[in-house]
């Protein structure tokens, strides 16, 4: 998991609302792996490669037409637009569910997490206060903030001098 430190976790609506868009996107990539098996290709554009190499054309949508597969063709262009790139197989498990590491990776998205810097600043400021409340009720009463928001002495602390 994420070693990182988390400042703010934004609200679960926006992770939710993008990975229910994955999930409605699962069956999808299912089908476009399905009729890219039955093509026997493994991408689109491999099976525009081997279609125009049987046929000599450089027109996908002809040579597909000419060996009948422009259903098939069409429905893949189909397919390749509705997912936009948002999913691919290789995000799915072998039950045909959203991998973990896809998941972590939106949750990260949405996740806002200190820099070294603020990890650093922050430490300080805490052994500050823990020092501060260390301090008895009456210790605390010598000192305060001056002008310059800085600590310093109460003006009227005996202990100034």
């Known amino acids: 998991m994420n070693k990182r430190k988390i400042k703010k976790r934004s609200n679960g609506h926006l992770i939710n609302v993008e990975l229910e868009q994955l999930k409605k996107l699962v069956p999808l990539v299912v089908e476009m792996d399905s009729l890219l ?6 991408s689109i554009a491999e099976f525009e490669d ?26 893949l262009l189909e397919l390749e637009t509705l997912i936009d790139g948002k ?7 072998k039950t045909k569910e959203i991998k973990p590491a896809i998941i972590s990776a939106i949750i990260d ?16 400021l805490e052994e500050l206060m823990q020092t501060f409340n260390d301090l008895a009720p009456e210790e605390r009463q010598h000192i305060a903030f001056n002008r310059s928001n800085e600590l310093a002495f109460n003006p009227y602390s005996e202990l100034r001098f």
């Open 37 to 42: 098996d039955n093509l026997e290709a493994k």
């Open 50 to 75: 081997s279609i125009n190499a049987k046929t000599g054309w450089s027109n996908t949508v002809m040579s597909a037409t000419a060996h009948g597969f422009d259903q098939e063709y069409k429905k």
């Open 109 to 124: 998205k949405h996740t806002e997490f200190y820099s070294p810097a603020e990890l650093k600043t922050k430490q300080t």
């Open 87 to 93: 999913l691919c197989s290789k995000d799915l498990t």
